[in-house]
């Protein structure tokens, strides 16, 4: 009986070993499965955890220090390692995508002038044209959708004129001058805004308007069907006229802004070109954008410089009229302030939009074939990526701001001879646009037939690297 008890005692000792062992192996087992359903990155960072603590713990400042400076990249934690790619990228933010762009708005620029030089030559000339051909034959003949289209330039251009003409530009030139800067620069982005969106909507008229002349070009002779034509045609006639003398005045009082910017004493020039600049990247930049959009984006650019350019000559204007002293370098050094923050802000614009959507400067040559194609008029695959440009508006305030010009200069006789003299200086300027036109006519011609055979004869575009 004695001897009992220690095997009893024994038995239960084994018992909790046996429990013991069965409690590590369902240990273990947990472990493993924990393991398992672990990542690799995960056990990785706990290692390197571990091992910052224990470093931390074991060494000193000092020792942690300068084993930092002794190993690797010192800004190993905050920089990747780059590759060719990037490399790439970098290069063509800064030297190969600025230049491109700047090619692309320039050829834009020329083909908006272009367009402009011929609603002030070529339109006059067909309309005189047809006015003397249907006064020789003495009987009224249908016109063509493209004659239609002409004379409703002429009705446009007009009454923009007209209307322009009852506006005291110096009375509200002195309303905007006596505004503080701050309120200047918020009136001149206001106005570019509005700007765009009638540039946009005008052309979508325009559109219209030539839609309702070829139909009344081309439609029958059955009473309601041409009385139908007809009604459209004067419709959209006189929303044509109504939208361009909206956009005229815009444009108009955008230029006054700008003039009465750059004769401030209290130096509202840098202000507005510094606020309405970055205002375009904060607006422009941090965006995503596929390549359509980028490409209707650089068509609107060079109608922006081209519309600055009105901008600029309305100055001039205003400048001969009024100004006394010497004042053609101070003219000089505000265009070209002008001028070189456009194009400063638009190469950074582009640049850095290309490169946030992953745009390579080849995309920038794809649109300046494109442009070229149109130049030739050539058909294109899709015709929204033609350049769509209004000159109505522009070419009102242009005539309104010279024309006082001209009549400062008249020479000071009767009214037989001031006639002459109008004739004359009208002539002289026609004959001096109409060269300009063909110049610039020409040699668009010339470049874009050189571009567009380049690029087919290469089987890629030009400047490819």
């Given at each position: ?17 046996f429990g013991d062992s069965a409690v590590t192996a369902v240990d273990g087992g947990c472990e493993t499965g ?88 070529v339109m006059p000339t067909r309309v005189v044209m047809i006015v003397w051909k249907l006064l020789k034959t ?236 149109q130049t030739l008029h050539m058909q294109t695959e899709d015709v929204k990526k033609d350049l769509k440009f ?76």
């Amino acid at each position: 009986m004695p001897s009992a008890k220690p095997l009893r005692q024994r038995s239960v000792n084994s018992g909790d070993s046996f429990g013991d062992s069965a409690v590590t192996a369902v240990d273990g087992g947990c472990e493993t499965g924990a393991v398992t359903s672990e990542t690799v990155e995960q056990l990785e960072l706990k290692r390197l955890l571990t091992d910052d603590s224990i470093v931390t713990v074991k060494k000193s400042p000092v020792a942690y220090f300068l084993e930092k400076v002794g190993n690797g990249n010192s800004l190993w934690n905050t920089t990747t390692l780059g590759d060719e790619k990037g490399r790439e990228r970098v290069y063509d933010t800064i030297f190969r995508l600025p230049w491109r762009c700047e090619l692309l708005i320039d050829v834009g620029f020329f083909v908006c002038f272009n367009s402009f030089l011929s609603l002030l030559t070529v339109m006059p000339t067909r309309v005189v044209m047809i006015v003397w051909k249907l006064l020789k034959t003495r009987k009224f003949k249908r016109l063509s959708p493209v004659e239609l289209s002409d004379f409703g330039y002429f009705i446009i251009m007009a009454c923009g004129i007209t209307v322009l003409q009852q506006i005291d530009i110096s009375f509200i030139y002195h309303i905007i001058r006596g505004q503080a800067t701050i309120k200047l620069y918020v009136i001149y982005n206001v106005l570019e805004v509005f700007d765009k969106l009638c540039q946009i909507f005008n052309g979508d008229v325009l559109q219209m308007l030539f839609y309702s002349a070829e139909e009344l070009g081309r439609c029958p002779s059955e009473t309601r069907s041409m009385r139908l034509c007809i009604w459209r045609f004067i419709s959209d006639q006189i929303l044509a006229v109504v939208t361009t003398i909206v956009h005229s005045f815009i444009l108009l009082a955008q230029a006054i802004t700008l003039s009465a910017c750059i004769v401030a004493h209290y130096n509202a020039l840098p202000a507005l070109l510094v606020s309405n600049n970055f205002s375009e990247i904060k607006s422009y930049v941090f965006k995503g954008y596929k390549k359509d959009n980028i490409h209707s984006m650089v068509y609107f650019d060079s109608i922006e410089r081209f519309h600055i350019s009105t901008f600029i000559l309305f100055v001039l204007a205003q400048n001969i009229l009024e100004a006394e002293g010497p004042w053609f370098q101070s003219f000089l050094i505000n265009m070209f302030s002008v001028y070189l923050c456009e194009v400063a802000i638009d190469v950074i614009k582009h640049s850095f939009i290309a490169k946030f959507n992953n745009i390579t400067p080849i995309a920038y040559s794809e649109f300046l074939e494109a442009l070229c194609k149109q130049t030739l008029h050539m058909q294109t695959e899709d015709v929204k990526k033609d350049l769509k440009f209004v000159p109505l508006a522009p070419a009102c305030v242009v005539i309104r701001v010279v024309a006082p010009v001209y009549a400062a200069n008249l020479p000071f006789s009767p009214l037989s001879w001031k006639l002459f003299w109008i004739m004359l200086f009208s002539a002289t300027t026609y004959i001096l646009l109409t060269s300009l036109k063909i110049l610039i006519g020409l040699l668009l011609k010339k470049h874009a037939t050189w571009y567009v055979n380049r690029c087919q004869r290469r089987k890629h575009h030009l400047h490819i690297d």
